[in-house]
Structures are given as structure tokens and as C-alpha cells.
């Protein structure tokens, strides 16, 4: 058995704990299959300290740091668990695994609130972040 399935697994078995199914968050379902971002939707993500972000969509991901601005895309697979979505790839020599659960984010740098919140893992260095999609925007300031 390989690391990147336990990893994985155990990414799902934590999302019913994340976000309880009565906290009024979109797609917080008492039962069920996560449905609060559709299928086909782009899912954006951010997250500071450091400062890392990117988008997910259609079976690619993009993924960029201050060190790498333009990003780098790799395919993907989404999954939805109980409580929340996994976005999962190979980004160059280390595992990405992207965790949305609903639930309103702060990046703690700007005036914005985001809709979902991110737990990010690559390789075994976690990170934690923000998301947001096209049909459930934040709130607050555009960037300059």
C-alpha cells in the first residue's frame, strides 16, 4: 500500500468532522454525497504563508508560489466525499491533494471572506487556504 491512497482515505475520513452538515453552509448535507460546487464548476484556491494559489478545473489544475508565478498545470481527479471535495494530482515530484469544506475563510491579508476553506497537502508539508468558484464568489475587495 502506497502513502498517496492513505493519505487520501484519510483526508475523507476527516471531512465529516470539518464543517458539520447544519452549519448553513452551501452543500453541507446531513447525508449524502457533498454537492456544493457543481461538476464542471472552477474551483479557485489561495492560501498565505506562504503565499500559494491556483485553480481546478475540467481534470487540470494550475498551482502557483511566489517562486513559480506563472504556475505550473498537471491533471487532476475530484472526488466528492460526505462533507466536502478533493482535488488530487502529482504536482513534479510531490503528491497534491486539495480538501474543500464549506464554510466561510479569511486569507488574513484582505478584507474578503471566501465561501469554503482549503486544506492543502504536498507531499507531507500542509498548508492552509481559501476557495472560492465563479457561482460562489468571495466578498469584499477585488486585488489592485
Not at 485553480?55 to 487532476?76: C, K, N, Q
Not at 474543500?100 to 507531507?124: E, H, K, Q
Amino acid at each position: 500500500m502506497t502513502l498517496r491512497p492513505c493519505l487520501a482515505g484519510l483526508a475523507f475520513l476527516l471531512l465529516p468532522a470539518c464543517g458539520g452538515a447544519d452549519n448553513g453552509a452551501p452543500g453541507a448535507l446531513a447525508t449524502g454525497v457533498f454537492d456544493g460546487i457543481a461538476e464542471g464548476e472552477t474551483v479557485h484556491f489561495t492560501g498565505t504563508e506562504p503565499f500559494w494559489g491556483g485553480m481546478a478545473g475540467g481534470g487540470i489544475a494550475s498551482y502557483a508560489t511566489p517562486e513559480e508565478p506563472d504556475g505550473r498545470e498537471f491533471p487532476v481527479t475530484r472526488f466528492a466525499g460526505n462533507n466536502g471535495l478533493a482535488i488530487s494530482g502529482d504536482l513534479g515530484t510531490a503528491t497534491f491533494d486539495l480538501t474543500v469544506t464549506p464554510g466561510a475563510c479569511s486569507d488574513g491579508m484582505s478584507d474578503r471572506t471566501y465561501p469554503f476553506t482549503a486544506t492543502l497537502l504536498i507531499g507531507n508539508e500542509q498548508r492552509q487556504g481559501c476557495v472560492w468558484t465563479d457561482s460562489q464568489p468571495f466578498t469584499g475587495p477585488e486585488r489592485p
